[in-house]
């Protein structure tokens, strides 16, 4: 049966005592030194048994971790070659998906040309109607407003002209002045005489 080492060193100290004390004691000392030596030798295959097992199990248990290492090894090359491939592909899908967006962008921006392109048309057709109405909306205003500028000779030369005196006076004025200028003329003709 195995033992703890301790337990074992202090029974074969405690024998081997014994065995000393009886050597001493006489003929029965033999039989205690063979049974003593038989204990020994059994303790010794004990022991060799023993190491032979922890060898064969170190060795097992070794051989079980290179296992595991190389495994572990596989393994992470494995996920690195996974992690690579995923990058990869993961890479090409947003590369895709740029191209697709970049294509949508182009397309948006041609729509938007020709929309503008078409909106132009359509604007200048709006802006030449709104420039023609504009026209005959002046063409109105100013054929209005020659209507009330007749309308207000009409009524400047009906209502608002001289009155009965005034007219008398504007018929003695002329007149008035040329009797004044030719008195004036004498005086002019008279003092120029008069300095001869």
Same mark, same amino acid.
């Given at each position: 049966?195995?033992?703890?080492?301790?337990?074992?060193?202090?029974?074969?100290?405690?024998?081997?005592?014994?065995?000393?004390?009886?050597?001493?004691?006489?003929?029965?000392?033999?039989?205690?030194?063979?049974?003593?030596?038989?204990?020994?030798?059994?303790?010794?295959?004990?022991?060799?048994?023993?190491?032979?097992?922890?060898?064969?199990?170190?060795?097992?248990?070794?051989?079980?971790?290179?296992?595991?290492?190389?495994?572990?090894?596989?393994?992470?090359? %494995?996920?690195?070659?996974? $992690? @690579?491939? =995923?990058?990869?592909?993961?890479? &090409?899908?947003?590369?895709?998906?740029? /191209? *697709?967006?970049?294509?949508?962008?182009?397309?948006?921006?041609?729509?938007?040309?020709?929309? %503008?392109?078409?909106?132009? $048309? @359509?604007? =200048?057709?709006?802006?030449?109607? &709104?420039?023609?109405?504009?026209?005959? /909306? *002046?063409?109105?205003?100013?054929?209005?407003?020659?209507?009330?500028?007749?309308?207000?000779?009409?009524?400047?030369?009906?209502?608002?002209?001289?009155?009965?005196?005034?007219?008398?006076?504007?018929?003695?004025?002329?007149?008035?002045?040329?009797?004044?200028?030719?008195?004036?003329?004498?005086?002019?003709?008279?003092?120029?005489?008069?300095?001869?």
């Amino acid at each position: 049966k195995p033992f703890h080492t301790c337990d074992g060193l202090q029974l074969f100290a405690t024998r081997v005592f014994t065995f000393q004390a009886m050597v001493r004691s006489g003929p029965d000392g033999v039989a205690l030194f063979n049974d003593v030596h038989r204990w020994i030798a059994i303790q010794a295959d004990e022991i060799e048994t023993l190491r032979d097992r922890h060898k064969r199990l170190n060795k097992r248990r070794n051989d079980t971790i290179q296992v595991c290492v190389q495994q572990l090894l596989k393994d992470t090359t %494995d996920r690195k070659k996974q $992690v @690579d491939e =995923f990058s990869l592909e993961l890479e &090409q899908y947003t590369l895709r998906k740029f /191209d *697709l967006l970049k294509d949508d962008v182009i397309a948006a921006h041609i729509q938007q040309r020709f929309e %503008d392109a078409g909106n132009d $048309v @359509d604007d =200048f057709n709006r802006k030449q109607r &709104q420039i023609a109405n504009l026209c005959k /909306d *002046l063409d109105l205003v100013h054929g209005s407003l020659v209507a009330v500028s007749e309308s207000m000779v009409n009524l400047v030369e009906n209502c608002c002209g001289p009155a009965d005196w005034e007219k008398e006076e504007e018929q003695s004025l002329p007149a008035k002045s040329a009797a004044k200028a030719s008195a004036s003329s004498l005086a002019v003709g008279e003092s120029s005489g008069t300095s001869r």
